[in-house]
């Protein structure tokens, strides 16, 4: 089953667009694959994590894997909100 993508509200696709304008360009440690719409981490970031995000530092969270990554808010969020669905 393709995973679909959901409909972007017009003020997200805003900050992300000044998200992006005003970023560090740095390279990340571990590229997003835009292609394949996918990140992978190691297992010790991704528990590391979960951790933040019990510890109610969601937003911490979605910052570090932009950092690792590079990859945009919108596509963060859904990757940590996925981490913690697939520890329940």
Do not use: W
Request: glycine fraction near 4%.
């Amino acid at each position: 089953m393709a995973h679909q993508k959901r409909p972007e509200h017009p003020i997200l696709a805003m900050l992300e667009r000044l998200f992006d304008k005003h970023r560090e360009k740095i390279k990340p440690i571990y590229p997003y694959d835009a292609k394949a719409n996918s990140i992978r981490l190691p297992n010790n970031i991704q528990e590391e994590l979960r951790c933040l995000v019990l510890a109610g530092k969601k937003a911490e969270a979605v910052k570090r894997v932009t950092e690792l990554t590079g990859a945009g808010l919108r596509v963060s969020k859904d990757y940590v909100d996925s981490l913690v669905e697939q520890r329940n």
